[in-house]
């Protein structure tokens, strides 16, 4: 038909917040780095991710927690994705950015590395690229968890948290979170960890040890026996930071959760419920507390990074 140009097409993608079961921090390396061994569960929080073909790259952010403190730049981890996808194939087009964000914004859930994924498998849709390892290889250039973004599930991760292991895990975890506030930043907090550990203040460190028990519970589908094992060593670190969570964390335990836990840096706390009636109970007697901003119930493992219709 002439006079008529077809619109271009968008391509969305979707991919989730995660949580860390297990969060063992070793002391920082000469490149400042510290190596991790952790757990990985994605969780039902999606980040969905809109490319359209334009003239030019742009980014917006809309959604739940669309907020000024995430750049519209090339500091964006979604364009920076883009740019990544395109140095590496060699495709040259370019997109307007849409991210609908469900997952707080500097809350420990890795909302920004999920963008990312989700950026990279819609770029990849668009181009006509299948090839799932080169985008893995991209998104170890992006950050330490962008490749369990793309991932899902449940995975180990060890190294800076990139070296991934799928891990076997039985049922669906309820999870209440209850985000806070107030922000943190992962590098602070991993700065506090090592002021502690350098006072000899910060205590009942799991460090590198292998998460047996975590891995033994995740396999058996045993949730109490889940909740008897997970452990962050970021807690003491985030505590000292932004008082609340501790407080925070004292109501999740009075109002029953089987277990209570930063997610990675914080400060959004994580309350492992037995099913979906006591991860409602949970919510409800969490709404009413100082320092939590909501209160969201979600499950996992959710899956990794893709293309929606
Ligand atoms: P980290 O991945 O550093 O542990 P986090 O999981 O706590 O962070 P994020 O939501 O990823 O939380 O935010 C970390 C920082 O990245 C914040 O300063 C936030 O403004 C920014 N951020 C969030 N989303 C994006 C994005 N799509 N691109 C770039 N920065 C982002």
Redesign the pocket.
Known sequence: MTGLRSLPTPVTARAH??INLHLGVGDAGADGYHELVTVFEALGTP?T?TLTPAAQDS?E?VGR?A?A???LDE??????AVSAFRERTGWDGRVAIT?D?N??????????????AA?LVAVAHLAGMTDRAVLTEIAEGL???VPFALLGGIALGRGRGDDLTRVLSRGTHHWVLATSTG?????EVYARLDDLRHEGEAEDSARLGEPEGVLTALASGDVEKLAAHVHNDMTEAAVSLLPDIARVMDEGRRAGAHAVLL????P?VGFLAQDAKHALELAVLLEASRGVREVVRTTGPAPGAHVVD
Not at 75 to 80: D, G
Not at 107 to 115: E, F, H, Q, V
């Open positions: 917040g995660k980040e991710v980014v952010v927690y907020t403190g995430v750049p500091r964006n981890l979604a364009l920076a991210i964000k997952v707080p914004v500097a809350g420990g859930m890795g909302g920004g590395s999920a963008d990312a950026a950050g330490a968890d922000q943190l930043s992962t590098t997610s990675g840096s914080g959004t």
